[in-house]
């Protein structure tokens, strides 16, 4: 874990304390058919059908339900 409520992790001194947006996440020339990256996505549930169903929302769509 690099980054701890905006407060540097131990062993980090180096790195800054928030992620700069405007840098890339991986390196485009390294990525190739086979390599693993991992990401994260957030959803919204906008209602629950049954204890396995329900229906949510990206935040960047919250017109368009999955």
Not at 7 to 30: F, H, I, M, S
């Amino acid at each position: 874990m690099k980054y701890s409520l905006g407060r540097k992790a131990p062993g980090t001194e180096d790195l800054p304390v928030k992620y700069d947006k405007k840098d890339v996440k991986w390196n485009v020339t390294k990525l190739a058919v086979g390599n693993w990256f991992s990401s994260a996505t957030y959803y919204k549930v906008k209602n629950i059908v049954d204890k396995e169903m329900c229906t949510v929302v990206t935040p960047d769509n919250t017109a368009k339900e999955l």
